[in-house]
């Protein structure tokens, strides 16, 4: 080996480590469907064990990311249902300003405003004291049809290859990126430790 050429066994090492990394990156997504060379089954890691992949992601999300009794608990939280009241309020003035008229005008003939304002105070004091309770139930009952492990499980199970390398890319895009450079690196590195261990 020549003294010039010696001097680029750390780029050709760099480029190297960089190149088996990024194989090695394709390779968890490809090839999409099985192929077979030599007598042996080649698949992406990804593609092969999507099944598995939805069914512990779908565990994953359940138990740890998005628990039902927090989602009940926002519901019928009181600062979110302060919220709701003026759309109920602004209900309630329209059904008791024009709706009566016309639902029961004999009765809207002999009801004055002040007893329309006792009307619309009752109604609201009912529905402070019925909304946390309907909520709570409301929250319950969606408790009880909505399965968040078999939604997500069902919904990476449909997913087409391509959009599961769609998404995993978008989110480790970053971190693939590091892996690449960290092979090219430690490619570098070894590359120059040749060059030592010949010249001693």
């Known amino acids: ?34 192929k077979r060379f030599f007598g042996i089954t080649i698949q992406g890691i990804f593609p092969k064990g999507q099944k598995q992949f939805a069914q512990k992601l779908g565990v994953l999300v359940a138990s740890e990311l998005l628990h039902f009794d927090e989602i009940a608990k926002t519901i019928a939280d009181p600062a979110q249902l302060e919220n709701v009241k003026p759309f109920i309020e602004g ?22 405003t002040g007893t329309l304002d006792k009307i619309k105070e009752g109604l609201l004091e009912e529905i402070d004291t019925m909304l946390p309770e309907l909520m ?11 399965d968040i492990e078999r939604m997500v499980t069902e919904k990476v199970e449909n997913f087409s290859s391509d959009k599961l390398e769609e998404i995993l890319v978008a989110i480790m895009s970053k971190e693939f990126r590091f892996v690449e450079i960290i092979g090219a690196v430690l490619g570098f590195l070894i590359g120059l430790i040749q060059i030592l261990l010949t010249m001693l």
């Open 136 to 146: 709570n139930q409301y929250a319950n009952n969606l408790k009880s049809k909505i």
């Open 91 to 112: 209900h309630i003035d329209h059904f008791l300003e024009h709706k009566l008229k016309e639902k029961m005008p004999i009765i809207s003939m002999f009801v004055g």
């Open 1 to 34: 080996m020549s003294s010039y050429t010696i001097y680029l066994l750390p780029f050709i090492s760099a480029f190297i480590g960089w190149f088996t990394n990024w194989i090695a990156i394709k390779m968890l997504f490809h090839p999409k469907e099985p």
